[in-house]
């Protein structure tokens, strides 16, 4: 098999039948609290769970379909928020026992959002510590023995193991595309900003992204979308249109193998492959470090930074308030951001930001040429073992840029799945969708 087929139930699909009365919401959540019971014990993908709330506004929002009267394109959706992420009635921990218990008064901006349009909040999911640890308890859907990825392990083992249509993640280096990747799922990154980060507990200013883990790129879009429309905040977005981009194809891609893509399992590598053939069949001009040395010498510079620069500037930007907090209650990881942030001085750091805008002016250069940048979502699919939650190489560019980028479940290895990565330019979401969503056509 080149391509993953999923078998994951998008809110999207079912809503029509809402609509005709056919279904309710209330129905459709007592199918996902199903699956929790099948599968909740094996994926592990829930830190608290609020089945009783979560019926009644399943009920109130069944009373609003019957009346004609839905909020919104995801009323009656059921949404699970990764644990870094305020709730105001449910807790908010972390994985970190300096948080055990700890209780926000009031949601985070986005999930504020997500309540005001009729979604449905079930429950917090599993997140390695601070976002940044190397570890936690989630299991991959389709092979318990493998890493769900992280550190949103758990919003991609619910979505990607079909127990809920949508959850919430935060990206700062690969913590929301990779498990999507290694699950089976969609996931949206939007442009840094996009979604208002007020209410998440914050690794760094200028890296941290809050996402959309989903079972459809639809429910992707319409979920960024209700989150992107929360004033306030400092980014001056304008939210996102309403409606789901419609497929279009590009003229010109830019392919970012990376020397990872050696490191790929022959599936993944045959999937990828058999998209860039499509593509070029099909008329699209693939460029690529082959035909281009001004390309080539991008992915180079790009490349360097990964395991370089942006570590650098994520230490130096940790130090609140991780300073704050009793070191020997830390994972190691943080021990080793926050060590090599303390070796930057305000010299340097101001130099890694020039750096990185400089870098930034160098890929919006690239908008004349190509319409979208593609890459291998993951390595391959979920390495097996828990001690780590796998490779952030694909993820961390876009995320370090601030630019949107996407995971398409495209890929597969044997029985497992893998992902394909679509970036675009910055607060130009709509047309990376746009291009994904012909590229997923192509694939299919």
Same mark, same amino acid.
């Given at each position: ?49 609020? $089945? ?128 999507? +990747?290694?699950?089976?799922?969609? &996931? ?31 429910? &992707? ?20 249109? $309403? ?26 590598? +045959? ?75 305000? +010299? ?18 690239? +908008? ?41 479940? $495209? $890929? ?11 970036m675009g330019f910055a607060n130009r979401d709509p047309e990376m969708v746009a291009a994904a969503a012909w590229v997923e056509t192509l694939a299919r």
């Amino acid at each position: 098999m080149v391509f993953w087929r999923n078998s994951l139930t998008d809110f999207s699909s079912a809503r029509p039948a809402f609509l005709q009365g056919k279904s309710t919401p209330r129905a459709y959540l007592d199918r996902c609290i199903e699956a929790i019971d099948r599968r909740e014990k094996d994926v592990r993908a829930f830190v608290t769970l609020d $089945l009783p709330a979560a019926r009644k506004a399943a009920d109130e929002a069944t009373a609003r379909y019957r009346a004609g009267k839905p909020r919104s394109m995801l009323d009656g959706c059921p949404v699970g928020i990764k644990d870094m992420i305020n709730t105001k009635d449910l807790p908010t921990q972390m994985n970190s026992p300096l948080y055990k218990g700890w209780q926000a008064p009031v949601d985070a901006a986005c999930v504020q959002a997500l309540r005001s349009a009729g979604a449905i909040i079930l429950g917090k999911t599993v997140t390695t510590e601070f976002a940044c640890g190397h570890t936690n308890a989630a299991r991959n859907p389709h092979d318990p023995a493998r890493t769900p990825g992280g550190s949103s392990s758990g919003s991609g083992a619910s979505v990607g193991g079909g127990m809920i249509p949508v959850a919430l993640g935060t990206q700062t280096r690969g913590s929301l595309l990779r498990p999507a +990747a290694y699950c089976g799922a969609y &996931a949206l990154k939007p442009t840094l900003h996009v979604i208002h980060t007020g209410g998440v507990h914050p690794l760094s200013p200028t890296f941290d992204h809050v996402g959309i883990i989903a079972a459809s790129l639809a429910d &992707a879009w319409h979920t960024t979308q209700v989150c992107s429309s929360v004033p306030g905040g400092y980014s001056g977005h304008r939210p996102l249109p $309403l409606e789901v981009p419609a497929a279009r194809k590009p003229k010109a891609v830019g392919w970012l193998a990376f020397k990872e893509f050696d490191k790929a399992g022959r599936g993944t590598q +045959a999937g990828a492959n058999a998209i860039l053939e499509g593509l070029a069949r099909a008329g699209v001009t693939i460029v690529r470090r082959e035909n281009s040395p001004a390309f080539a010498e991008l992915e180079d510079d790009i490349a360097a930074m990964i395991d370089g620069e942006s570590l650098e500037l994520l230490g130096y930007e940790m130090a609140w308030p991780f300073l704050s907090y009793p070191r020997a209650q830390l994972d190691a990881r943080i021990h080793d951001l926050i060590d090599t942030g303390a070796k930057v001085d305000e +010299a340097r750091y101001h130099l890694l930001l020039a750096n990185r805008n400089a870098l930034r002016a160098r890929v919006a250069g690239w +908008a004349d040429t190509i319409d979208v940048f593609l890459s291998l979502g993951s390595t391959g699919p979920a390495p097996v073992g828990h001690a780590t939650t796998g490779s952030r190489h694909y993820q961390v560019p876009w995320t370090f840029l601030g630019l949107p980028s996407m995971s398409l479940p $495209l $890929l597969a290895e044997g029985s497992l799945p893998a992902g394909f990565q679509v970036m675009g330019f910055a607060n130009r979401d709509p047309e990376m969708v746009a291009a994904a969503a012909w590229v997923e056509t192509l694939a299919r």
